[in-house]
């Protein structure tokens, strides 16, 4: 097991602009040749501890991808480090770096049965399996043996030391995953659930000090997703491996991880756990990502120490706002209210009035989504209990929980934090 070290890191690619010139009458060859240096990851930093499970969550193309392939060694670093364990893996290749990536598209070996997939890594890396070297006559004697026994049926085969090793190593992988009665299918005779159990099997066989998985739930359906999430995480719990996993599902992060990173455009918005990022998100961008659905954002004004100005509305702020809002330059911000934060009421001047757009009915209870009655273009979502019967057209007022509100600078987006 390994505490895993990111510092400074920074990737970039070179984007050949040969088609642009291409097009130009002007182009000349030597432009054709000419590359353009594209960031793609900025300033990471973090530490994830041993036996942690951190979650890398963030909108497509905002680097998760190229991170985790970073890590993995499949990419060099254009600047910083990586140390798995103390030791800086900078320039070792992907197989010394003793890590094991699970991909989003299982990545089998299609001609070989179950079992054969997941003692592929093991049968190619001795030093995975605690038996003795090869070399030996022994070693010699067992490999004539197996090979003059391999037509044999399976129960008279004959069995050398290290093939033993692997058929246990490989029996306990199947058992902890549940895979056991298919270990001599093909890849092709398994549903995609079972395959990903496999892929996953095929990582935890080989022990390796860190997991590395990339999406590995995308191809599920919703209901499978959410039992395999659940089996991975009891799965890494019991195997205490430090694991770092890449979802763009907000849900994933929010219930799989001891810690969440949220990253966007190539960079780490914040890092912590799931609870802390949820009630107090750094910026306006993770308050948006993490939580479903999304959180509400009006602009305000500060009027006086504890008043905000709405052109519809005001709201009295609890104490606990002043001193961090007059240490603030500005007085206009962005207000963030969760759905589950607003709730319906009367006509008052703290109470929001809005035209129902859109009722969804979840059973256990209700998305409204609304506009603003003075502003159109002023969009709210908010939950109700299932028992409310509301219409489309419907106008309502609503009333604002002061106690779970957001505040944020309209410029950088930056949280006023408490
Ligand atoms: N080999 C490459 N050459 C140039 N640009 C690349 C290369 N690989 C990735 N990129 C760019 O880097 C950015 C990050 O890609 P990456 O695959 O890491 O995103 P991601 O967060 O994993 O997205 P997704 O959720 O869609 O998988 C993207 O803009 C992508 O186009
Ligand atoms: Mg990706």
Redesign the pocket.
């Known amino acids: 097991m390994a505490q895993v070290i990111v510092e400074n890191v920074y990737k970039s690619?070179?984007?050949s602009q040969g088609n642009r010139n291409h097009q130009s009458s002007s182009a000349k060859p030597q432009d054709l040749a000419k590359s353009k240096q594209?960031s793609?990851?900025r300033d990471i930093n973090f530490t994830v501890d041993d036996g942690e499970f951190l979650v890398l969550v963030?909108?497509?193309?905002?680097?998760?991808?190229?991170?985790?392939?970073l890590l993995a060694g499949l990419?060099d670093l254009t600047g910083g480090n990586i140390k798995i364990s103390d030791r800086l893996v900078n320039n070792l290749p992907p197989k010394a770096r003793d890590i094991a990536m699970v991909f989003?598209n299982y990545a089998l070996y299609p001609h070989l049965n179950i079992y054969d997939n997941i003692a592929f890594g093991l049968r190619r890396n001795n030093q995975l399996l605690n038996t003795h070297q090869e070399g030996s006559i022994k070693n010699s004697v067992d490999n004539l043996l197996v090979r003059a026994t391999r037509k044999f049926p399976r129960s008279l085969q004959y069995i050398s030391e290290r093939e033993k090793s692997i058929r246990d190593r490989v029996r306990y992988v199947a058992s902890l995953l549940q895979i056991e009665s298919l270990l001599y299918r093909l890849p092709k005779e398994l549903s995609g659930g079972q395959k990903q159990r496999v892929a996953l099997g095929r990582a935890i066989a080989r022990k390796p000090q860190v997991f590395l998985m990339?999406?590995p739930l995308s191809n599920l359906d919703a209901k499978l997703r959410t039992q395999t999430r659940a089996q991975i995480v009891k799965l890494q719990r019991q195997l205490q491996t430090t694991t770092i996993y890449?979802t763009?599902d907000q849900t994933e992060a929010m219930t799989m991880g001891d810690r969440i990173a949220v990253?966007n455009n190539?960079r780490i918005q914040q890092i912590a756990t799931p609870l802390e990022i949820y009630n107090y998100p750094a910026n306006r961008f993770v308050a948006e990502f993490i939580g479903s659905p999304p959180m509400n954002f009006l602009p305000v004004e500060l009027a006086s120490p504890l008043k905000l100005m709405h052109q519809d509305f005001e709201l009295d702020l609890p104490e606990a706002w002043k001193s961090a809002l007059q240490q603030s330059q500005t007085k206009s911000f962005t207000l963030g209210i969760r759905p589950q934060h607003l709730s319906l009421t009367e006509e008052s001047r703290s109470s929001i009035q809005i035209e129902v757009d859109l009722v969804e009915a979840l059973g256990n209870e209700t998305y409204i989504s609304a506009h603003l009655v003075s502003d159109i273009n002023a969009t709210v979502t908010l939950s109700v209990p299932p028992d409310k019967l509301i219409a489309i057209g419907d106008i309502l007022w609503l009333a604002v929980d002061l106690n779970k509100i957001h505040l944020f600078t309209v410029d950088d987006g930056r949280a006023i934090a408490l």
């Open positions: 690619y070179a984007r594209v793609v990851l963030g909108p497509s193309g905002c680097g998760k991808s190229t991170l985790l392939r990419e989003q990339d999406e890449v763009h990253m190539g």
